[in-house]
């Protein structure tokens, strides 16, 4: 869902409103950057993005149109009153809707932190101070966590690649800690903790999860930047063959568990006016950030 754009991705840059306002442009705009449309495009999948003040009505026929929803990393705020969240929350219930209906929804650094914040109902789950920006770490997988769906879901050797080499690329302030998911029964309720990390300090948060009932996941660190981005200012990334496939691996499972959605729209012609396609991404430098502003 469009609305956070991760331009800067940085809390040092946090948009303190649900609206994000990029220098050149008069108005509020909704927007992301083009990684994510290429994360999905590499695993096999099409776009159409949701702009984050779209009603009710609107909402209910794109999800049952579509075959999953990503939410995208960004700095926004996550209080529950915010325009964003509320639109957010509205497509989370609208995925559990229906028992039998295989929905998918992956949230992605600020994403996952508002998957967090959707369940328990609370934006204080989510909090400030990790010193996790910029930096590419592997995964703390517990034993248990490899029968998960996800780790399941991927080859054995690209789990090993999360498991114990530095390619998942973290560019975040804010987190969720352990103690806090373990002892809020909504989050422990709904979610199963599949992976941790330590900051630079040794402040640990939680860096995978998966909903328990449903194809619900989330990604504290970036599984679509190592690929597509490049700049002179982030060091912290790792274009390594190894983290190329993994973080493409994680791209492939999410659009493989849209395929087990049946979801389409009426006709081609709506379709086809959805499309990320209608929509030219403007380069935003330093580096090789497109953004899609709508």
Same mark, same amino acid.
């Given at each position: 869902?469009?609305? !956070?754009?991760? /331009?800067?991705?940085?809390?040092? $840059?946090?948009?303190?409103?649900? *609206?994000? +306002?990029? #220098?050149?442009?008069?108005?509020?705009?909704?927007?992301?950057?083009?990684?994510?449309?290429?994360?999905?495009?590499?695993?096999?999948?099409?776009?159409?993005?949701?702009?984050?003040?779209?009603?009710?009505?609107?909402?209910?026929?794109?999800?049952?149109?579509?075959?999953?929803?990503?939410?995208?990393?960004?700095?926004?705020?996550?209080?529950?009153?915010?325009?964003?969240?509320?639109?957010?929350?509205?497509?989370?219930?609208?995925?559990?809707?229906?028992?039998?209906?295989?929905?998918?929804?992956?949230?992605?650094?600020?994403?996952?932190?508002?998957?967090?914040?959707?369940?328990?109902?609370?934006? !204080?789950?989510? /909090?400030?101070?990790?010193?996790? $920006?910029?930096?590419?770490?592997? *995964?703390? +997988?517990? #034993?248990?966590?490899?029968?998960?769906?996800?780790?399941?879901?991927?080859?054995?050797?690209?789990?090993?690649?999360?498991?114990?080499?530095?390619?998942?690329?973290?560019?975040?302030?804010?987190?969720?800690?352990?103690?806090?998911?373990?002892?809020?029964?909504?989050?422990?309720?709904?979610?199963?903790?599949?992976?941790?990390?330590?900051?630079?300090?040794?402040?640990?948060?939680?860096?995978?999860?998966?909903?328990?009932?449903?194809?619900?996941?989330?990604?504290?660190?970036?599984?679509?930047?190592?690929?597509?981005?490049?700049?002179?200012?982030?060091?912290?990334?790792?274009?390594?063959?190894?983290?190329?496939?993994?973080?493409?691996?994680?791209?492939?499972?999410?659009?493989?568990?849209?395929?087990?959605?049946?979801?389409?729209?009426?006709?081609?012609?709506?379709?086809?006016?959805?499309?990320?396609?209608?929509?030219?991404?403007?380069?935003?430098?330093?580096?090789?950030?497109?953004?899609?502003?709508?």
């Amino acid at each position: 869902m469009s609305g !956070g754009c991760d /331009v800067y991705d940085s809390e040092d $840059e946090v948009l303190k409103h649900v *609206l994000y +306002i990029r #220098p050149g442009y008069a108005s509020p705009n909704s927007c992301f950057t083009s990684y994510y449309v290429k994360w999905i495009e590499q695993g096999g999948g099409r776009v159409i993005p949701i702009r984050y003040d779209t009603d009710q009505t609107e909402l209910e026929h794109l999800i049952s149109s579509l075959n999953g929803v990503l939410f995208t990393g960004g700095g926004l705020d996550l209080s529950l009153n915010t325009t964003y969240v509320e639109t957010a929350m509205s497509i989370f219930k609208l995925s559990q809707k229906k028992p039998n209906d295989y929905f998918p929804v992956w949230g992605t650094c600020q994403g996952f932190q508002l998957l967090n914040v959707l369940a328990a109902d609370d934006s !204080g789950v989510v /909090v400030p101070g990790f010193d996790s $920006e910029d930096i590419s770490w592997s *995964l703390d +997988i517990s #034993p248990d966590s490899f029968k998960s769906r996800l780790f399941s879901g991927l080859p054995s050797e690209i789990v090993k690649f999360l498991a114990t080499e530095n390619v998942t690329m973290n560019f975040h302030h804010d987190g969720v800690t352990p103690e806090t998911f373990n002892s809020n029964t909504k989050l422990s309720g709904f979610y199963d903790l599949l992976s941790t990390n330590s900051d630079r300090k040794g402040r640990v948060f939680v860096s995978t999860m998966e909903a328990k009932d449903w194809p619900i996941y989330g990604t504290q660190w970036h599984p679509e930047r190592q690929q597509f981005e490049f700049n002179d200012v982030d060091v912290g990334f790792n274009h390594a063959y190894d983290s190329i496939r993994a973080n493409s691996a994680v791209g492939a499972f999410f659009v493989n568990e849209c395929r087990k959605n049946n979801h389409q729209f009426v006709n081609k012609t709506e379709e086809a006016s959805r499309l990320i396609y209608n929509y030219v991404p403007t380069y935003d430098p330093p580096g090789s950030q497109q953004v899609y502003i709508f």
